[in-house]
């Protein structure tokens, strides 16, 4: 098997992507503690122990990615508006260069859009630090794989839920929702989904900048009652914004605050024309059955 794949942040989606890859693939990843590490070696994944924070890119790290394709799934820090560990792998990379780069980004980098629609060519206003890091990430990514002769695939990500993803905790504390007519379009995805996604942008000759999402576009406060109904949870109870405001932590609203419904048809039509799981009930009634049987 010569063809390898790394992947740097093998965490949630990373794991996953890791399984799915070791079909047709030999798979590396780089995760931040040597306690992730051995447990990726466990199920069979060459395995490097790297702080991206306070470690140099190895000699060996160096030629594992001279032969790969390389899925950037590391998050950026928590805090500027650029993303420091990104730049640093990049500037000690040498002569390295991998076939193709994956960045996953989120489509956060569209800032508000007043509940309009976003495509891959609307302009990015992101309206957070948080997002002005992941643009900034992109957009070094473009300069260094076009100077590189490197393919790149940005895959701009909504929510992501799926097994031990699912607001079942903040159900539990009775944590409110929006009410309906003040809750904006929703846009979100399953991990498997988002892990084909992945794997076809890793594998098929694309490149450019990708919405991803199911084209459910519930509002957060209907993912709350269809999860507390599957789930047989009391349902959360309805407030205004202006009680959310008083309620909710400053990351949850930042989520509500921001209003968009993200076109993903670039992606059906070229990555995954299929999805798994294209309905909220689908995606939460499989996400509850799987942490059934690994519960």
Known sequence: MDRTCLIVGCGYVGRRLARRMQAGWHVAGAVRSAATARELSAAGV?????????EPVTDAL????????????APPPD???????????????????????????????????????????????????????????????????????????????PAIYGPHRLPLERLRRGEPALRPEESGPGNRIHVDDLVSACAAALEQPVHGVFNV???????????LQRTAALAGLQQPRLVSMDAARRLLTPGMLS?????????????????????????????????????????
């Open 46 to 54: 060459e395995a490097i122990a790297f702080d991206l924070d306070s």
């Open 62 to 73: 160096r030629r594992l990615v001279d032969r790969s394709v390389l899925a950037w799934l």
């Open 79 to 157: 805090t500027g508006t650029t993303d420091l560990r990104l730049e640093r792998f990049f500037a000690e990379l040498g002569d390295a260069r991998p076939t193709a780069l994956l960045y996953m980004s989120t489509t956060g980098v569209y800032g508000d859009a007043a509940g309009g629609t976003v495509t891959e060519d609307s302009p990015a206003r992101p309206a957070n630090d948080r997002s002005r890091r992941r643009l900034a990430a992109e957009r070094r990514s473009v300069t260094w794989c076009a100077r590189s002769g490197v393919r790149c695939v940005i895959l701009r990500v």
């Open 213 to 223: 999402g199911d084209g459910d576009h519930s509002s957060t406060t209907v993912f």
């Open 255 to 295: 989520f509500l605050v921001e209003s968009r419904r993200v076109d993903a048809h670039r992606m059906r039509e070229t990555l995954l024309p299929v999805l798994a799981y294209p309905t909220l009930d689908a995606g939460i009634a499989a996400s509850l059955a799987e942490m059934a049987v690994t519960s």
